[in-house]
């Protein structure tokens, strides 16, 4: 078990992440992040862990960028798990400045902090395999698999991963509009993620 008593895992990201986490009594939505909170806690019950949902719908990394001090910094996390990416390539943020600002806040965070990262490749654009659009993330999700590498992060490999499960399933659908995830595709993200951190064994 990598995460001690007390730590803090801080997620954030996009809507995916958000995943109306206003709504919320306990601040956490209902996407993969309470999902990979309640396995922690029904599998671990003697380890009490402090979960922060720091989504908001629509953001790019410079977006991120605009709020990491009072989002990230100024909590002062144990783990930092982004996921960030998707509108990146919609509002055609560079491949070049998506990478100098993920590196900007990972060096950032490591000094302020000295959290650890849990780095998530994007999910997709479309359930469709084979119609093109999950290719234009390919360019940030080599940049991502170069940071975690840069900066010692776990990575989750969420693009492949879904992408594998889209080869192989059946009549099954992950999302509600082909990028926000409906039960099945959060729990698919929970599982990749507590997967990657080897809470869940393969």
Request: net charge negative.
């Amino acid at each position: 078990m990598i995460f001690k008593n007390g730590q803090k895992i801080l997620f954030i990201g996009d809507s995916i992440t958000d995943s109306g986490r206003k709504e919320d009594p306990e601040g956490l939505g209902g996407g993969y992040v309470r999902m990979a909170r309640d396995y922690l806690s029904v599998a671990y019950p003697a380890i009490s862990l402090q979960i922060e949902n720091r989504g908001v719908s629509g953001e790019t990394i410079l977006d991120l960028q605009s709020r990491w001090q009072e989002d990230v910094i100024a909590l002062q996390p144990d783990w930092v798990s982004v996921s960030i990416g998707i509108n990146d390539e919609w509002k055609e943020v560079g491949v070049a400045q998506y990478r100098d600002t993920y590196c900007e806040l990972m060096e950032k965070t490591k000094k302020q902090t000295g959290a650890s990262f849990i780095l998530m490749e994007t999910t997709i654009l479309s359930e469709n395999p084979h119609d093109g659009k999950n290719e234009r993330l390919l360019p940030y999700n080599q940049v991502i698999r170069e940071v975690a590498q840069q900066f010692g992060a776990i990575l989750v490999p969420q693009n492949r991963l879904f992408t594998s499960y889209l080869g192989e399933q059946q009549g099954k659908t992950l999302t509600v509009d082909q990028v926000h995830m409906n039960s099945t595709g959060n729990w698919l993200m929970a599982m990749n993620w507590l997967k990657a951190c080897g809470i869940i064994k393969e």
